[in-house]
T-cell receptor, first 115, second 114 residues
Framework: NAGVTQTPKFQVLKTGQSMTLQCAQD?????MSWYRQDPGMGLRLIHY???????DQGEVPNGYNVSRSTTEDFPLRLLSAAPSQTSVYFC??????????????FGQGTRLTVV | AQSVAQPEDQVNVAEGNPLTVKCTYS??????LFWYVQYPNRGLQFLLK??????LVKGSYGFEAEFNKSQTSFHLKKPSALVSDSALYFC????????????FGDGTTLTVKP
């Protein structure tokens, strides 16, 4: 199993450009989430999904869109990149409610720089 | 709203000594609690969890954690630290009433010196 796969690993964008960060998991997990990691601020939840067709906002959703058309994929779209979105982005997935083994599996991260 | 606090940005211990990394939480329903470790330039890796049952849970690499409901704490411990334990540690909580949403603490950098 590949687990959680994020692409790309690195990206440089110019202010105002748009892009999509890809996330795919092959474990049939119901839950998927996007986080950003900034120094001294831990992981902050951007958006999450509890199943295909269902998404919800986290702590810092502004400037980001998500959709979940399949169980496997959960792309994160930056609509108009800003320097404040320079960060490391992590995608995570886990089994859903009622399962004991609900720990999250993380991708390797995407390091995004907006200039 | 759910929240997690890791009161120490940095914990320094000598190799062979016991270590503790502190975590307190706040949720509306019953908590699902997790510890993760992150090595440089890597994603987070699961260490251990409390869902229900025994308050003392054991996890990977000799780590353990104790769930204390009255103090709303879930401190990570290890009896004898190794230099290779040096990393960034995150505590996370899920609320049983909204288990799709996980909240992480700001992280604690553990440094184990030879």
């Amino acid at each position: 199993n590949a687990g959680v796969t994020q692409t790309p690993k690195f990206q440089v964008l110019k202010t105002g450009q748009s892009m999509t960060l890809q996330c795919a998991q092959d474990m049939n997990h119901e839950y998927m989430s996007w986080y950003r990691q900034d120094p001294g601020m831990g992981l902050r939840l951007i958006h999450y999904s509890v199943g295909a067709g269902i998404t919800d906002q986290g702590e810092v959703p502004n400037g980001y869109n998500v959709s979940r058309s399949t169980t496997e994929d959960f792309p994160l779209r930056l609509l108009s990149a800003a320097p404040s979105q320079t960060s490391v982005y992590f995608c995570a997935s886990s089994y859903g409610q009622g399962r004991v083994n609900t720990e999250a599996f993380f991708g390797q991260g995407t390091r995004l720089t907006v200039v | 709203a759910q929240s997690v606090a890791q009161p120490e940005d940095q914990v320094n211990v000598a190799e062979g000594n016991p270590l503790t990394v502190k975590c307190t939480y706040s949720v509306s329903g019953n908590p699902y609690l997790f510890w993760y470790v992150q090595y440089p330039n890597r994603g987070l890796q699961f260490l251990l969890k409390y869902i229900t049952g025994d308050n003392l849970v054991k996890g990977s690499y000799g780590f353990e954690a104790e769930f204390n409901k009255s103090q709303t704490s879930f401190h990570l411990k290890k009896p004898s630290a190794l230099v290779s334990d040096s990393a960034l540690y995150f505590c996370a909580v899920r609320d049983s009433t909204n288990a799709g949403k996980s909240t992480f603490g700001d992280g604690t950098t553990l440094t184990v010196k030879p």
